[in-house]
C-alpha cells in the first residue's frame, strides 16, 4: 500500500500534502496508468488520518484528470501523458484544428445544416423586438433549473396539439442540447446503470455515455425495431430509442413492439425507457407517428425532444419530459444546476409557440422538404443512377437511404465519389461492430443539397459507382 510522510507537510493543509504526493507519484510514474489506487477506508488507516482527508485529496485528483472512477470498483490511475504540459511544446496556432470547418464540396450528403434561407429571420427578429419591449422585468430574472415556465407551458400546449401527449408544464425541463440533458439523465438515473443504444445508431449517444464512464451496451434491430430478447438477455436498464423515425435506417417501430417495449419496462425495477424524437415534426407524408410516451401506463418513458431540426442547427435548445417519479427525484438532487438557455431565447421561443408562428414554420419546413426530396429522387430516377440504386426510408425526416449495386467496395465508391466533390456516408458507420450485409448502402442526408444541381449530382455518383 502506498505510504507518505505527513509529519511536515509545511504550509499546505493535510489533504492538499497527500494529494500532492500522490499527484507527484503520478507524474514521474512511480504509480502507472490504470494502476488501482487503495481504497479509502484502509489507506487512511495506514496513514493515521481521516477518511475525509483521503476523500478530499482524490476529489482533487479526479477533478484535474489524474484518476478517474469506476462505480463499485474505486479510483485507478490516468494516463498522464497529455496532461503534463510543462513536457509539452507550445502550442502554435496552425496546430489546433478547426473543429466544423470542411472543405466545400459540390453535394455534402453528411451535413444536416439548415438552409439560411429557410429560417425565418424576419418573424423572429420582430418576435425578439416584443419581448425586449414587453418582458423587460422576466429578461433579467435568472431562469429556473427546468426552464422558465412560460416556454415549458408553450411545449406542454404544442405537446398535447400535435403530439397527443398529456403532460404538466413542471415535468417538462429544457437544457442547451440534449448532449447536455443526457448527462442531466446520467446523473439522475445513476451512473452504476447498464445503458443500451441502437445498432446501428447515432454513435454520439454512445460517445457521451462512455465520457460519463457509464456501462453501454449495443442492442441489435429487426425490421419492427430494437430487440427486446436482447435487453433482457444483457439484463438492460434504460435504453434509448427513436421509435418514430429510427436514424439512420429510417425503421418506423410499430405498436405490437412498442407495446412489448413498455412491458419490458414494466417488469423491472429502475427500468426505463428514453424516447428520442428528434425529428418527428418533420413526417413528410401521412400523419405523424404517435409518441410512444401518449401510450405509456406505467410511468416508464423519458420523452425527448429538441429544435435544433425544426428552427435551424445552430439553435441549442432542447427538452425531456420527466415521469413522476424521476421529476421528484430531480428535483431533490439535481436543482442547484442552473438553466443553461437564456431568458432572451425562451421568451422569444414561447411567444413564436404562442403565436402560432412555430405551427406556420413547420408547415413550410415540411412543404419545402417534400419538395426537395422529391426533386432529388425524380433525379435519380431521371438519371442513369436510376439502374443501379434502390431508395428506402424516404417518408420521414431529413434522409433517405440509396442501396447503390455496384462491383466497386465502399471504401472506394466514397473515394472516387469524394473526387467527384461528392460527400457520402456509408450506413456501416452506423454500426458498433461489423455490420455484415450492408455494402454500398449510404445515407443520404439532403437538407443542404442544392437541388438545382441534381441532375449532374446523380450523375456524378454513377461514375462514382461504375
Known amino acids: 500500500m502506498l505510504t507518505y510522510d505527513l509529519t511536515d507537510t509545511g504550509s499546505d493543509s493535510l489533504y492538499e500534502h497527500l494529494y500532492k504526493s500522490i499527484k507527484n507519484d503520478i507524474v514521474q510514474g512511480v504509480i502507472r496508468a490504470d494502476e488501482k ?31 478517474y472512477s469506476l462505480p463499485k470498483r474505486g479510483f485507478y490511475v490516468s494516463d498522464v501523458r497529455t496532461l503534463i504540459e510543462e513536457k509539452k511544446p507550445p502550442i502554435r496556432k496552425e496546430m489546433v484544428p478547426r473543429t466544423g470547418e470542411r472543405a466545400p464540396c459540390f453535394a455534402d450528403f453528411s451535413s444536416n445544416q439548415t438552409p439560411s434561407e429557410l429560417f425565418p429571420f424576419t418573424i423572429w427578429s420582430k418576435v425578439i423586438r416584443e419581448v425586449l419591449s414587453n418582458s423587460q422585468a422576466q429578461l433579467m430574472t435568472n431562469p429556473p ?24 408544464p413542471e415535468q417538462i425541463l429544457i437544457g442547451a442540447g440534449t448532449e447536455y440533458l443526457y448527462g442531466l439523465l446520467i446523473q439522475l438515473l445513476g451512473q452504476d446503470r447498464l445503458y443500451a443504444v441502437e445498432n446501428p445508431g447515432y454513435q454520439k449517444i454512445a460517445k457521451i455515455y462512455n465520457s460519463y464512464q457509464v456501462a453501454c ?50 417488469r423491472g425495477e429502475g427500468r426505463y425507457i428514453i424516447e428520442d424524437d428528434y425529428d418527428s415534426e418533420l413526417r413528410l407524408s401521412g400523419q405523424p407517428i404517435p409518441a410512444l410516451q401518449s401510450i405509456d401506463v406505467s410511468d416508464k418513458v423519458i ?83 436510376q439502374s443501379i440504386a434502390a431508395i428506402s426510408g424516404e417518408e420521414a425526416g431529413l434522409h433517405f437511404l440509396m442501396t447503390i449495386r455496384s462491383e466497386r467496395e465502399e471504401q472506394e465508391v466514397c473515394r472516387r465519389a469524394e473526387e467527384q466533390g461528392i460527400r457520402l456516408v456509408p450506413l456501416s458507420g452506423y454500426y458498433y461492430e461489423d455490420p455484415g450485409q450492408t455494402e454500398n448502402v449510404y445515407v443520404m442526408n ?11 449530382i446523380m450523375e456524378r455518383l454513377y461514375k462514382s459507382c461504375v
Open 217 to 266: 451496451e449495443w442492442i441489435p434491430m429487426d425490421a419492427s425495431g430494437i430487440c427486446i430478447g436482447e435487453l433482457e438477455k444483457k439484463k438492460v436498464d434504460i435504453v434509448h430509442i427513436t421509435p418514430s423515425h429510427h436514424y439512420p435506417t429510417g425503421i418506423v417501430m410499430p405498436v405490437s413492439r412498442r407495446y412489448e417495449l413498455l412491458g419490458w419496462a414494466s
Open 303 to 385: 420523452y425527448m425532444n429538441t429544435f435544433t431540426k425544426t428552427l435551424c442547427s445552430t439553435v441549442r435548445i432542447s427538452y425531456m419530459v420527466l415521469p413522476q417519479d424521476l421529476l421528484m427525484r430531480f428535483y431533490d438532487t439535481l436543482s442547484f444546476y442552473s438553466g443553461t438557455v437564456s431568458n432572451f431565447e425562451q421568451y422569444t421561443l414561447a411567444r413564436f409557440i404562442e403565436e402560432g408562428k412555430f405551427e406556420t414554420h413547420i408547415n413550410r419546413m415540411r412543404n419545402y422538404y417534400r419538395q426537395k426530396r422529391d426533386a432529388l429522387l425524380g433525379a435519380v430516377n431521371q438519371s442513369r443512377l
Open 446 to 456: 439532403y437538407s443542404s443539397i442544392d437541388v438545382d444541381r441534381a441532375g449532374e
Open 145 to 168: 433549473c427546468g426552464g422558465t415556465f412560460v416556454l415549458r407551458e408553450s411545449i406542454a400546449k404544442h405537446l398535447k396539439e400535435f403530439r397527443g401527449m398529456s403532460v404538466q
Open 37 to 67: 489506487l487503495p481504497s479509502k477506508r484502509p489507506f487512511a488507516r495506514n496513514l493515521g488520518i481521516s477518511v475525509i482527508t483521503v476523500e478530499n485529496a482524490y476529489a482533487q485528483l479526479l477533478a484535474e484528470g489524474f484518476i
